[in-house]
């Protein structure tokens, strides 16, 4: 099939861009309409360019080098647990911050809990369904996310996973209970989502990608917010979602200025913060999970807020635990070219420029030290290079033996659906594509009854 087509395609898709509601804009709607048609055909012959010039080969990886995990600033040798949490975590976190992620503002906002739905019966009387708004406000803005928790019946307090989802919470499960979103969310016809908004015909859209009953039946509760509630994922020079309510509209915003992917595990943190209200769950046992860009901002979450007690990464890929040094799939030029809203701006600099990183992948691993954590890829997932990811996790492990437990014992990636564990870490390579299964979640419930119960 030729590019044209899909360039039409990327066209008509992205122009719907259009009907939303930009703060401070000054264009027509005439000239926001050919402004961002002609971005959307530059964007997708970035994404032909970038495409043209992947590579998939392992003997064209280029040798690399990685940046020193156990050494800090100064040079000294991490050789303890206590060294690795007060001199040399704190450093690697900062890089993470400027170069990577970005910083979280500093701006204090104001937070209240409201519950605003119970269902006592739910999945067919197996669990209990709660809808909480969470109101972060400053002055007269406000934001409101929406956390749906599904939760085992007649259970004490329960271990939970919570994950972001892509297209809104009535997504995940065709329960007609669920409240729908009124927020932006992507055009995608195979979700029923057309002009920018969520209707009846996307709900249930994403239920094959969320175990809900399974990890009910388990003992966990499952916990998700729709994204966009916190940031809309599309570049709109971060005038909307939480940094509508965190900056000035005259704000400047600095090189290390957080990106979406900060401004959603941000949002995962401030979950957290209602769970430990919440006395049907176990806020200290609360496992934070992400698929593709979810999963980096699983990870970045993980690395950030300690009180997550298990870090769970689904084909997160690059900027997520793919080894960036790899080049293998896709490098952090095609996706700073791709999505310019997710990463902070000094993240740009490493664009074909990835050994002048001073972090790579595997030290957002380490950051989740002494914690458990699990990667999962892809068998047909080449562009998230499943191997670097594996890599990372494997390189990660020296952290891990400061606190005593056993790592992954070999460079050498197992084979398909043959998951391997090695005390507080935990890797599979599954059949298949890009996407959640339900082999997934068996052994992200395995994984978690082995360490949380």
Not at 310 to 329: E, M, P, Q
Not at 416 to 433: C, E, F, M, N, T
Request: aromatic share 10%; with cysteine.
């Amino acid at each position: 099939m030729g590019w044209s087509p899909i360039l039409k395609c990327l066209v008509i898709s992205r122009c719907s861009y259009t009907n939303r509601n930009i703060r401070s804009s000054s264009y027509t709607l005439n000239t926001m309409k050919n402004t961002v048609c002609l971005i959307i055909i530059v964007f997708g012959l970035s994404i032909i360019n970038s495409m043209a010039q992947t590579n998939y080969d392992e003997t064209k990886v280029p040798a690399y080098q990685l940046p020193e995990l156990m050494v800090s600033k100064a040079g000294e040798k991490i050789t303890t647990a206590e060294a690795w949490k007060l001199q040399r975590r704190p450093e690697v976190l900062s890089l993470f911050e400027q170069e990577v992620y970005g910083k979280v503002p500093d701006t204090k906002l104001e937070m209240t809990f409201k519950v605003t739905q119970v269902d006592e019966q739910a999945l067919n009387g197996q669990g209990i369904r709660k809808e909480v708004v969470v109101t972060f406000s400053q002055g007269q803005d406000k934001l409101d996310i929406n956390i749906l928790i599904y939760l085992p019946k007649d259970k004490g307090p329960v271990p939970l996973f919570v994950g972001l989802n892509f297209n809104g919470n009535h997504t995940i499960h065709a329960d007609p209970g669920i409240s729908i979103t009124n927020n932006y969310v992507r055009n995608n016809e195979n979700y029923g989502i057309n002009n920018n908004r969520a209707t009846e015909a996307s709900r249930g859209s994403s239920a094959r990608r969320w175990a809900v009953e399974e990890i009910v039946a388990r003992g966990y509760g499952i916990a998700t917010v729709y994204c966009g509630d916190i940031d809309p994922d599309f570049d709109d020079d971060f005038k909307n979602g939480i940094n509508r309510v965190m900056d000035s509209p005259d704000q400047e915003r600095t090189g290390h200025s957080w990106g979406s992917i900060g401004a959603w595990a941000w949002g995962l943190s401030r979950t957290l913060d209602y769970f430990e209200q919440d006395a049907a769950i176990d806020h200290e046992k609360v496992i934070v999970f992400g698929h593709s860009r979810l999963g980096k901002t699983a990870l970045w979450a993980g690395a950030q807020d300690e009180r997550f007690a298990l870090v769970i990464s689904n084909d997160s890929g690059c900027g997520g635990a793919a080894l960036s040094r790899r080049r293998f799939g896709e490098k952090i030029g095609d996706i700073n070219g791709n999505f310019p809203h997710w990463f902070c701006r000094n993240f740009r600099d490493y664009n074909d420029n990835e050994d002048k990183l001073p972090v790579d992948q595997h030290m957002l691993l380490a950051l989740m030290a002494p914690r458990p954590v699990y990667v999962a890829s892809a068998e047909e997932d080449p562009w998230a290079d499943p191997k670097g990811e594996y890599l990372s996790l494997y390189h990660a492990g020296p952290v891990y033996k400061l606190f005593g437990a056993k790592t992954l014992d070999s460079g050498q990636q197992p084979g398909i659906d043959q998951p391997v564990l090695a005390d507080l870490q935990g890797y599979h390579i599954r059949s298949g594509k890009h996407d959640v299964t339900k082999y997934d979640w068996e052994q992200y419930l395995n994984f978690a009854d082995r360490h949380l119960k």
